[in-house]
């Protein structure tokens, strides 16, 4: 079973390419959704983040305090380090335990920064990116979370460039904004039929 490395930027589509990939029967193993879980109510990362942080980080309700944390790790370098630092080994082992139990023909996993973080581009087998112009990103993550235009557009400059993606993949799914669901879904068909054939 391959190892498929599923990328591209803020609001670019990825969550919606792995659900048609798991739509066709492949794992999907998502680090952003683990991650969520982690730091869910509950999560194994909330003790941890609330010693390191303090209470300011953790919400009234027991989770992580997103926009905080957010800004926090945004503003502080060395604080974004701490945070990884909690995170990483937990999202490994959690990764390495979905993986252990993975069907299909092989297995993708949704990794936002995957460019970015070296580590991944060594430890699966091939990269598909899923890719959008500015604008559209943009657009789309306007829709979805109402965070500002400028913070967005920070975001997005703290990201690989759209440039250094395309270098870096094996495949690429184009949903631009001009591209349907449907159009994307024969896309997604289409690059899963050749990964099964490589599977052999
Ligand atoms: P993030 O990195 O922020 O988690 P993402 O890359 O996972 O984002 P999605 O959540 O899949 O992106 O898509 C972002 C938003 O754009 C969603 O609301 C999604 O429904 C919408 N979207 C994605 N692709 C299309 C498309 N081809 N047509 C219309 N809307 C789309």
Not at 51 to 56: L, R, V, Y
Not at 104 to 114: D, E, N, S, T
Not at 178 to 183: A, F, K, L, Q
Request: charged share 25%; with cysteine; hydrophobic share 40%.
């Amino acid at each position: 079973m391959f190892k498929l490395g599923l990328t591209g930027g803020i609001g670019s589509g990825k969550t919606k390419v792995a659900d048609m990939l798991a739509e066709l029967g492949a794992t999907v193993i998502d680090t952003d959704v683990i991650a969520h879980a982690l730091t869910a109510v509950g999560g194994q990362a909330i003790e941890p983040i609330r010693t390191a942080f303090g209470e300011q980080a953790i919400s009234a309700a027991g989770a992580m305090d997103r926009d905080y944390m957010r800004d926090r790790v945004f503003n502080e370098p060395r604080d974004r380090k701490r945070l990884e630092a909690i995170l990483h080994p937990l999202i490994a082992q959690e990764v390495q335990r979905q993986t252990s139990q993975a069907s299909g023909c092989y297995v993708v996993f949704v990794v936002p920064l995957l460019i970015e973080s070296g580590r991944w581009v060594d430890r699966v087998d091939r990269v598909c990116v899923v890719d959008c112009d500015r604008q559209t990103q943009i657009e789309r993550v306007q829709t979805r979370s109402g965070l500002s235009r400028e913070r967005i557009e920070q975001i997005i400059e703290a990201q690989a460039s759209r440039q250094q993606r395309l270098a870096a993949a094996d495949d690429v799914l184009d949903n631009g904004a001009h591209i349907s669901t449907t159009e994307l879904r024969a896309q997604v068909l289409g690059l899963h039929q050749q990964w099964c054939n490589l599977t052999g």
